[in-house]
């Protein structure tokens, strides 16, 4: 196997289940005390901010590897880049609206 795609092989074997499975509301039962979805028009954002990190990789790294020309390199290269940015501002997003309710709840009186 070429070494160029041991790193493209391990992300999709981490990144990918566990986003996918996230960004479709199926939380496995030993993750559910750990993590709720925070649903977005029925897609979780912590499992579409895990896909966008997943995809920052073969993005950027998949022309490389088949020898593509520099205008898609740069191309992909941007696009990997706005996936990698996304990822983590959409796990911003879904940490505030998981605290906004949580805040709204602690200011009422009982």
């Not at 196997?1 to 030993?30: D, E, I, K, Y």
């Not at 896909?51 to 990997?80: E, I």
């Amino acid at each position: 196997m070429n070494p160029q795609w041991v790193l493209p092989a391990v992300t999709t074997a981490v990144f990918l289940p566990p986003a996918a499975l996230l960004a479709s509301g199926r939380v496995p039962a030993r993750w559910r005390s750990r993590l709720e979805p925070v649903r977005l028009r029925g897609l979780s954002l912590p499992g579409l901010s895990l896909l966008g990190l997943y995809l920052s990789a073969p993005a950027n790294g998949v022309p490389r590897t088949l020898g593509a020309g520099f205008g898609v390199v740069l191309l992909c290269s941007a696009a990997g880049l706005l996936c990698a940015l996304g990822g983590p501002s959409l796990l911003v997003v879904a940490g505030r609206r998981q605290a906004a309710p949580a805040a709204g709840r602690a200011d009422e009186p009982r």
